[in-house]
């Protein structure tokens, strides 16, 4: 079975431009949940969108946004970047219990 | 209540040696504990997690110990070689946080030959 898939891998934006980033679950994995990796706060729990619905948030200001598709891919919007969300964007998706599974994650710098 | 502390930082092992890693949690809520391990440019792996109904969990060389009354969790490397320097991460989540994951810092192990 192939792995959750990220696209792109690295990408360079300029502060104030927004950017979207895509996942596709494992196969089979309805759940898909979004992480921020910095080397200060560590990994940091995004949202998580599950049949197209958001059913988690944490604790990130309204510029950051997702949506999950009926094929359960799921893109995560950012927008008005600003210099402190360079980071790893990883997405992880999940069947029913809780092992989630991660890609290899969207490296974001933003200049 | 939702965090997850983690020690060491970080951790230097001779090859052979078997590296201690230690987490503290908050939020007994929690029922899902697992070890993720991350090398360079790769997102992290599941490794091993345990449940909060046994005490211990091994799979292959690797190890996890909890205890429910101290809310606290190691992982044991056994035999560590230098295919295991890695950055690992302990998590806690399950009914505590509706199925997401509250993660450690991290502890960046280096094994040497």
């Known amino acids: 079975k192939a792995g959750v898939t990220q696209t792109p891998r690295y990408l360079i934006k300029t502060r104030g431009q927004q950017v979207t980033l895509s996942c596709s679950p494992i196969s089979g994995h309805r759940s898909v949940s979004w992480y921020q990796q910095t080397p200060g706060q560590g990994l940091q729990f995004l949202f998580e969108?599950?049949?197209?619905?958001?059913?988690n948030k944490g604790n990130f200001p309204g510029r950051f946004s997702g949506r999950q598709f009926s094929n359960s891919r799921s893109e995560m919007n950012v927008s008005t970047l600003e210099l402190g969300d360079s980071a790893l964007y990883l997405c992880?998706?999940?069947?029913?219990?809780?092992?989630?599974?991660f890609g290899p994650g969207t490296r974001l710098t933003v200049t | 209540q939702q965090q997850v502390k983690q020690s060491p930082q970080s951790l230097i092992v001779q090859k052979g040696g078997i590296p201690i890693i230690n987490c503290a949690y908050e939020n007994t809520a929690f029922d899902y504990f697992p070890w993720y391990q991350q090398f360079p440019g790769k997102g992290p792996a599941l490794l091993i997690a345990i449940r909060p109904d046994v005490s211990e969990k091994k799979e292959g060389r690797f190890t996890i110990s909890f205890n429910k009354s101290a809310k606290q969790f190691s992982l044991h490397i056994m035999d560590s070689q230098p295919g295991d320097s890695a950055t690992y991460f302990c998590a806690a989540g399950g009914r505590g946080s509706q199925g997401n994951l509250i993660f450690g810092k991290g502890t960046k192990l280096s094994v040497k030959p």
């Open positions: 992880a998706s999940r069947l029913s219990g809780y092992e989630q599974y």
């Open positions: 969108y599950f049949s197209e619905t958001q059913r």
